[in-house]
C-alpha cells in the first residue's frame, strides 16, 4: 500500500525558508514513471502545482515559484524535501505532496497518491 506522509513545521516566520518533507513508503521513488510532486492551496484559490521531482532524481518547478523553491530527494530514506526560501503571509496555504504521473498537473485526477495535508501559516 502506498502512503506519503509530510512532516514539518506549520508555523514559520516572514522571510524565513520553510521546509517539509514527504517519506514515502510501499514504493520506491525510484520507480519510473512517477513524479513526486509538491502542490498546494492558498485560502480560497485553486491548487498551484509547486514542482516536482522525478524517478531520476531531475527535478522541475513552477514559474511562479521557481526562484524560491528547492526540492530534493533522499533515496535511502525514500523521501523528498521541498525548500521554500523568503516566505511572506501569501505562502499561507494547505502543502500537499502527491505521486503525480504528469508534470504540472492541476486536478486532483492528476495525482493518485496523497500525503496527508500541511497547513503552513506565515506570521511573525
Known amino acids: 500500500q502506498v502512503q506519503l506522509q509530510e512532516s514539518g ?8 525558508t520553510r521546509s517539509l ?16 510532486t509538491w502542490i498546494r492551496q492558498p485560502p480560497g484559490k485553486g491548487l498551484e502545482w509547486m514542482g ?8 522541475f518547478y513552477g514559474p511562479s ?5 528547492f526540492i530534493s ?8 524535501t521541498l525548500q521554500l526560501s523568503s ?8 502543502y500537499y505532496c502527491a505521486r503525480g504521473h504528469r508534470l ?8 493518485d497518491y496523497w500525503g496527508q495535508a500541511t497547513q503552513v501559516t506565515v506570521s511573525s
Open 9 to 16: 513545521p506549520g508555523l514559520v516566520q516572514p522571510s524565513q
Open 21 to 36: 518533507t514527504c517519506t514515502v513508503s510501499g514504493v520506491s521513488i525510484t520507480t519510473d514513471y512517477y513524479y513526486w
Open 87 to 94: 516566505v511572506t503571509p501569501e505562502d499561507t496555504a494547505v
Open 52 to 59: 516536482a521531482t522525478s524517478s531520476t532524481g531531475s527535478t
Open 104 to 111: 504540472m498537473g492541476s486536478q486532483c485526477s492528476d495525482y
Open 65 to 69: 515559484l521557481k526562484s524560491r523553491t
Open 73 to 80: 530527494s533522499d533515496t535511502s530514506k525514500n523521501q523528498y
